[in-house]
């Protein structure tokens, strides 16, 4: 098994930046791909970010050029650095992780295999 913890959540204004980080422990080293959704009140959840065990990335276009994944494999940190964030940003975001699927798959996954318990974000004036 795989678990997930997600830090790094908080309140900030309109254009400013936050970068979560999501700890991960157990049989990491059986995943395929690590990824960040996002589920705002009254929406359906959605894939933000994902990055596979080779590096490869991929991005939802509402946030191309603005959020970036990375990951430290030595500490099993899994981090999603934010920029120029918008009120629209605003969800509790949460980590996953899957053992077969693509980062491609990741971005329009309906299930993962592991999930963490989220992070909330807030954006405000």
């Known amino acids: 098994s795989v678990q997930l913890v997600e830090s790094g959540g908080g309140s900030v204004q309109p254009g400013g930046s936050l970068t979560l980080s999501c700890a991960a422990s157990g049989y990491t080293d059986y995943l395929r791909s690590m990824g960040w959704f996002r589920q705002a009140p009254g929406k359906d959840r959605e894939g933000v970010a994902a990055?596979?065990?080779?590096?490869?990335?991929t991005y939802a276009n509402s946030v191309k050029g603005r959020f970036t994944i990375s990951k430290d494999s030595a500490k099993n940190i899994l981090y999603l650095e934010m920029n120029s964030l918008k009120p629209e940003d605003t969800a509790m975001y949460y980590c996953?992780?899957?053992?077969?699927?693509?980062?491609?798959?990741?971005?329009?996954?309906?299930?993962?295999?592991?999930w963490g318990k989220g992070t909330l974000v807030t954006i405000s004036s």
């Open positions: 996953a992780a899957d053992l077969g699927q693509s980062p491609e798959e990741v971005i329009n996954a309906i299930s993962m295999d592991y």
């Open positions: 990055i596979d065990s080779e590096g490869t990335t």
